[in-house]
Nanobody, 122 residues
Framework: QLQLVASGGGLVQPGGSLRLSCEASGFSLEPYVIGWFRQAPGKEREGLSCIVSSDATTDYADSVKGRFSVSRDKSKNTVYLQMNRLEPEDTAVYYC???????????????WGQGTQVTVSS
């Protein structure tokens, strides 16, 4: 069974950090681009970052550049999103998804994981 599972969300205080994981099972991430997105209540889904699994080329939205970092571990077939200096405005459900090009446009992605909740609050 092919699955893309996002995990690592939780409750964190403002200024804190979290690392999200996106693990693939049933297939290799190697040929793909993995994108990270989030959707806050009442807002549209927003592209945050993407990484080309084969060569680790990355891109970031301006809203997270310098605070978030995407990486991949080929041996674990997993992509990570390290989130630092989190703010209440970062509260959202975070998703990972597959594509064949590193874009931040949600409409370019065909296969989505189930999402993980991140809440930034004191």
């Amino acid at each position: 069974q092919l699955q893309l599972v996002a995990s690592g969300g939780g409750l964190v205080q403002p200024g804190g950090s979290l690392r999200l994981s996106c693990e693939a099972s049933g297939f290799s991430l190697e040929p793909y681009v993995i994108g990270w997105f989030r959707q806050a209540p009442g807002k549209e889904r927003e592209g945050l970052s993407c990484i080309v699994s084969s060569d680790a080329t990355t891109d970031y939205a301006d809203s997270v550049k310098g605070r978030f970092s995407v990486s991949r571990d080929k041996s674990k077939n997993t992509v990570y999103l390290q989130m630092n200096r989190l703010e209440p405005e970062d509260t959202a459900v975070y998703y990972c998804a597959l594509n064949d090009a590193c874009t931040l446009n949600i409409w370019d992605y065909d296969y989505w994981g189930q999402g993980t909740q991140v809440t930034v609050s004191s």
